[in-house]
């Protein structure tokens, strides 16, 4: 059993970061892939990135590509979503989610989700 809670969202303008941190409890997070997808108002919730358990593989949407990093720390059971030059279109609540087993790019495939946190980006 993991337990997820995300944290460091916010109001920020165009241009701007934020890094994002996902904080987990259980003695499984350091074998579990962990998953960054968001829900933008009025639609479903989408992809964003993945790191596998040990941090040697990510992969993210096209749309993040370049301006965001997800890394980990399993001494600190916590993942990190990094933003840089955050766009209006980057508004959404955020979720992180763990699976044990490999990381993947499908909301199915993840067995453990936080609450979520809400970041603005205002032009």
């Known amino acids: 059993q993991v337990q997820l809670v995300e944290s460091g969202g916010g109001l920020v303008q165009a241009g701007g970061s934020l890094r994002l941190s996902c904080a987990a409890s259980?003695?499984?997070?350091?074998?579990?892939?962990v998953g960054w997808f968001r829900q933008p108002p009025g639609k479903e919730r989408e992809f964003v990135a993945t790191?596998?358990?040990?941090?040697?593989?990510?992969y993210y949407a096209d749309s993040v590509k370049g301006r965001f990093t997800v890394s980990r720390d399993n001494a600190k059971n916590t993942a990190y979503l990094q933003m840089n030059s955050l766009k209006p279109e980057d508004t959404a609540v955020y979720y992180c989610?763990?699976?044990?087993?490999?990381?993947?790019?499908?909301?199915?495939?993840?067995?453990?989700w936080g609450q979520g946190t809400q970041v603005t980006v205002s032009s």
């Open positions: 259980g003695r499984t997070f350091s074998a579990s892939a």
């Open positions: 790191i596998n358990w040990s941090g040697s593989s990510t």
């Open positions: 989610a763990a699976v044990q087993g490999w990381h993947a790019d499908s909301l199915e495939w993840y067995d453990y």
